[in-house]
């Protein structure tokens, strides 16, 4: 069975086409026909450590698309700080080999999002001591040099986002933006861990809780403020993600899901609705 | 269904069918077109058997029957007086039914493994649309000749697009995966494809087909437990390709295959002709069993004398019995 298209791709799918002007599969056949399709230059924008033309993803897009590059930066260093969390979990377990795929990802798949964007916020890169984690966490991941590469590691990316300005790290806006992408992500993670009702695949498991365990931690940043200066959303965005926390009652997945992956885009796009 | 551009037109047809290629331009019968002036080939048939009923399967988004012969030339545009021809895909993930009783979750483009066969004229510039909406991040990697920028090793996160641009050059056939590590995963998920590019003289008329041959690791242990032409394991064992006697068949054949180094394929009763990488227009050998690393990629062409039913699988036995096995059917012409 196909994944559902949800109404956020609908969505997405359809401002893109509009954006870019594409439309896949509508074949023109220039010269059968007369002209082939004239089309406006498409619009791209440079992507900060990406190269080329990257168009970002439509209005409003999902992920790391928001449009605010300050958003961008903190959510892919917040899913880093998510990655190491369960890593963490799993080390202190034992479990060096499950812990491994979740120290890799940050710099397999998150730093080149933030690359070029360390060096226009003046902040020293950090991808070696990253490598150097990743290489010793398959090589040696029980040995105290790794212990210590981990703990580095932490505190570069927390380095990273102390480039931020405080006040803009303690607004509620700021921080809710980078916490709706932070749980859409964990949402695809959640249900790509899932077939046939049952967990399969470990890593989107724990990669999912990771997400949701460190945006909890940036939300207590505002909880305060929220509650004074927006009651009504703090009560749903607070308790929501106390229910999506039971989702992931530990590191190691229950027997069976506790809800379906349908359950969980739910209560992430209560958050999202109650977000702005 | 395959859009051909101008520089390439085939249609499909029945056995009462046959597709014309010409240098006038006339008009033909419904559904026929005519190649442009600039080929410079003599008049040849392609004959291609109707596909057999209920060769969909219920449980997955594609169907590897339809899947063999599409070809997709994307959208043809002109910006600034350049023609570009644009492609988009999405990466997600969705379940994939290998048999009745595994289900598993693919890393894909467009909900399909392989991804989409990309096809473009050598010297045309492409523009490929890479929205990923999945969890991880991902990117996609061409191989053939193109700047540094688009390479495709940067990773692009869950929800954002990336476009890809560069000529496609040089002719031949080369493949495309995602490039974020663990690559093994990324790739045997079902993150790789086709791009086709085609010579400035085009081929002779042939049935063309794609065979991408991949691995799957179901349990995460960095070894295959299934293996599949174009996607679903034993596909072609169990709805044989229809091909017609003593007509000329191209083959894509690509070995995307991880944790295995490398695959022979072979097929009975007959040999073939190989273009090395789609990179020749002559035949550099002839042979019924060539060897392929990961990511080697050649063309194959050959024509089946004697109608039946004739076996192609790798020649690594135990691959072919989990799963890389297929017919072809050769139908009297």
């Known amino acids: 069975m196909a994944k559902q298209i949800k109404a956020v791709e609908m969505f997405l799918a359809l401002s893109l086409a509009v954006t870019l002007g594409a439309c896949n599969n509508a074949t023109t056949d220039a010269g059968e026909g007369g002209e082939a399709e004239v089309v406006e230059p498409t619009e791209t924008v440079n992507q900060g450590g990406e190269g080329g033309e990257g168009g970002e993803g439509g209005e409003g897009g999902e992920g790391g698309g928001t449009g605010n590059a300050d958003v961008d930066y903190m959510t892919a260093l917040a899913l880093m700080k998510g990655h190491l969390i369960v890593a963490e979990e799993l080390i202190e377990e034992g479990k060096y080999a499950e812990a491994e795929p979740h120290i890799g990802h940050p710099v397999e798949e998150l730093y080149g999002d933030v690359e070029g964007q360390l060096t226009t916020r003046n902040v020293p890169q950090f991808k070696a001591e990253l490598n150097e984690l990743n290489d010793l966490a398959k090589s040696a991941p029980e040995q105290p040099e790794t212990k210590q590469a981990f703990t580095e590691a932490m505190e570069l990316i927390d380095n990273a986002i102390a480039a931020l300005p405080e006040s803009q790290r303690q607004d509620p806006e700021f921080v809710l933006g980078t916490i709706n992408q932070l749980l859409k992500t964990a949402a695809e993670e959640y249900e790509a861990a899932i077939a046939d009702d049952k967990f399969v695949e470990l890593v989107e498991y724990q990669d999912s809780r990771g997400f949701v365990l460190y945006s909890q931690q940036l939300y207590e940043n505002i909880a305060e403020e929220m509650q004074q200066e927006r009651p009504e959303d703090h009560e749903v965005i607070s308790s929501t993600l106390d229910e999506l926390e039971t989702v992931w009652p530990s590191v190691n997945p229950p027997d069976s899901p506790i809800k379906t992956p349908s359950e969980v885009y739910g209560l992430v796009s209560e958050i999202e609705l109650r977000s702005s | ?333």
């Open chain 2, 1 to 333: 269904m395959s859009n051909s551009p101008n520089y390439l037109k085939l249609n499909t047809w029945n056995r009462r069918q046959f597709l014309t290629w010409g240098l006038t331009g006339l008009g033909m019968t419904v559904g026929a077109t005519i190649l442009g002036t600039r080929l410079r080939q003599k008049s040849a048939l392609v004959q291609i058997p109707p596909l057999p009923e209920e060769t969909a399967l219920a449980d997955n988004d594609f169907n590897p029957m339809t899947l063999l012969r599409d070809f997709d030339y994307g959208t043809l545009k002109e910006e600034n007086g350049r023609k570009i021809r644009e492609f988009e895909v999405t990466a997600n993930s969705s379940t994939l039914q290998l048999n009745s009783a595994i289900t598993f979750v693919s890393w894909n483009l467009n909900n399909r493994v392989p991804g989409p066969t990309l096809r473009a004229k050598e010297g045309e510039f492409i523009r490929l649309i890479f929205h990923n909406q999945d969890g991880h991040s991902h990117s996609l990697h061409f191989h053939g000749t193109h700047p540094v920028e688009m390479d495709g090793v940067e990773p692009i996160r869950h929800g954002k697009t990336f476009v890809y641009e560069f000529e496609a050059k040089p002719y031949g056939v080369h493949p495309y995966h995602c490039h974020i590590a663990p690559v093994t995963r990324h790739i045997s998920k079902g993150l790789y494809g086709l791009l086709i590019v085609d010579p400035p003289q085009p081929r002779l008329p042939a049935d063309e087909m794609v065979l991408v041959m991949g691995g799957y690791d179901i349990n995460n242990d960095e070894h295959n437990e299934l293996y599949a032409f174009n996607g679903i394991p034993n596909y072609y064992r169990d709805r044989p390709i229809p091909i017609y006697q003593n007509q000329l068949v191209r083959l894509y054949l690509l070995n995307m295959i991880e944790f295995d180094s490398a695959v022979t394929f072979h097929i009975h009763a007959n040999m073939f002709q190989v273009y090395r990488t789609g990179r020749t227009m002559t035949p550099d050998e002839e042979t019924d069993v060539i060897t392929m690393g990961t990511a080697e990629r050649h063309i194959l062409e050959f024509a089946y004398p004697y109608p039946g039913r004739y076996m192609f699988h790798p020649h690594q036995d135990i691959i072919a019995e989990n799963g890389c096995m297929g017919f072809f059917e050769v139908i009297p012409a």
